[in-house]
């Protein structure tokens, strides 16, 4: 895959629960290095299409690759370059925090001798360090929030997947949230859902707006002054 | 270690230190032991095809409570979206967690072993029985696990779960009933279906690869079933 191929590419995606589309003939492309922002309302097909780039979800029809590998064809190979926090932040409560991110990476393919470095790198950049020995269980909202976004990061992933990142955070918790999707930016490609335009308007380089499963546009921040009547006229 | 090793090694935690599997563990071994210490001062008889029977009861009973919560729970949890975007196969999952329910009723069969251990000490029993007991125990074990893997899979509530793969071991227990109410070919279909039928010729101290077959076969058919059910999305 060259430099300048986009990272995750999805060609007329439809996804189908029976005969119901969650997503409809989707077209989008993800460049290196971007963060992308998916806006919708609640049932627009956002966390759909992320299940769908993840591997969870297979498409209908349409294809996906990611970091040129089909999702479907070779889920393995996809799934190695991904990094995902899924929207109700599923961690293991029975576990430690240093525990489940070493079991995290482990399964994501570090090697032995790598965990101890790789946990410790990530605890530290999300401030976890702190909650190594702690169980699960135990923590916050707001350092489970980080856990999870820990072990998304722990394997050094080129795409990071977080399906509505803010939600159930208090400001200050949104506010470091929005720092470290911030400072991913240039070394990783991240693809984020939000149903809050002010979220992702200050995260994103580009947002895909989506409604009832239909991609109604794409649009740079930078060059979208007006973003709010933007999607106020397209949905 | 492989990804199968590190599902393997986090499954083996979470059975072994989960309250259930004591409970599940005590409840197992204070029945055979009273059953045992009965039987043994009653009868004056060195041999456990009693016990085995027993056995065979409790694991039909118990085994759905320990496989209930196998992917019920991490449904519920949403934990099953991280186990299913990693890059491990849907096999190493179900394999991981079967094989995780599987050391610890062979963990409690091994405790059984007390058992023959003292008939052996005392007196003289036939031990061909005793072999073929503990090996159709352990098959028997094998097929229980993957059929409440199975309903397990299809559920995210754990009790729905329990009494579906208790409905289907009972089911599988009387189908050797059934098949005297069923027309020929479907009478033998019914009466090779039964699980006590294979349970018992080994429990007797007769090895057959039939016997043997029928657990395997749909051990292995089951596993490939709920790898199917949760590859399916």
């Known amino acids: 895959m060259s430099d300048r191929s986009p990272v995750i590419a999805a060609r007329r995606v439809t996804k189908l629960y029976g005969a119901v589309p969650a997503v409809r003939d989707l077209t989008l492309e993800v460049e290196r290095g971007e963060i992308l922002g998916l806006l919708g309302p609640n049932g627009s097909g956002k966390t759909t299409f992320l299940r769908m780039v993840t591997g969870y979800l297979s498409p209908s029809t349409g294809t996906l690759t990611v970091a040129g590998h089909d999702t479907v064809g070779e889920p393995m190979a996809a799934r190695r370059h991904i990094g995902y926090v899924p929207e109700s932040v599923p961690l293991y409560p029975h576990m430690r925090v240093r525990e489940f991110l070493a079991f995290m990476a482990r399964l994501r393919g570090v090697a032995r001798s790598e965990v101890g470095r790789a946990v410790a790198s990530v605890s530290e950049r999300l401030a976890v360090a702190d909650v190594l020995a702690t169980p699960i269980r135990a923590l916050s909202r707001g350092y489970r929030q980080r856990v999870a976004i820990a072990q998304a990061l722990v394997h050094d992933p080129q795409i990071v997947i977080l399906d509505e990142p803010t939600n159930g955070l208090d400001p200050r918790q949104i506010i470091e949230t929005r720092r470290l999707l911030q400072s991913l930016a240039g070394e990783r490609t991240v693809l984020i859902s939000s149903h809050i335009l002010s979220e992702v308007e200050k995260v994103a380089q580009r947002v895909a707006i989506l409604l009832r499963g239909e991609l109604l546009a794409v649009r740079s921040v930078a060059d979208t002054p007006d973003l709010e009547a933007l999607f106020l006229s397209l949905t | 270690m492989s990804a199968l090793g590190v599902l393997l090694k986090k499954e083996l935690h979470a059975t072994f230190t989960s309250p259930i599997a004591y409970a599940i563990g005590a409840v197992f071994l204070l029945v055979m032991g009273y059953t045992f210490s009965l039987t043994l001062f009653f009868t004056k008889v060195a041999n456990l095809t009693y016990i085995f029977h027993q056995m065979y009861v409790l694991l039909v009973l ?113 189908a050797d009933s059934a098949a005297y109410l069923m027309p020929e070919p479907l009478d033998v279909f019914c009466l090779n279906l039964s699980l006590i039928g294979h349970f018992t010729t080994f429990v007797r101290g007769s090895l057959f690869l039939s016997d043997a077959g029928y657990y395997l076969t749909l051990s292995i058919l089951t596993l490939f079933v709920t790898t199917r059910v949760l590859a399916d999305r």
């Open chain 2, 62 to 174: 118990l085994v759905p409570v320990l496989t209930m919560r196998a992917f019920a729970e991490e449904r519920r949890t949403d934990t099953l979206e991280l186990l299913l975007t990693a890059p491990v196969s849907t096999a190493s999952i179900v394999l991981a967690k079967f094989l995780a329910s599987l050391a610890l009723l062979a963990a409690m069969l091994a405790a059984s072993l007390a058992y023959p251990v003292v008939l052996g000490f005392y007196g003289h029993p036939d031990w061909a029985p005793i072999y073929g007991g503990y090996l159709a125990l352990v098959l028997l074990s094998c097929l229980l696990v993957s059929v409440g893997m199975l309903t397990s899979s299809l559920t995210e509530n754990q009790v729905v779960a329990a009494a579906a793969s208790l409905g289907i071991f009972l089911m599988l227990w009387f």
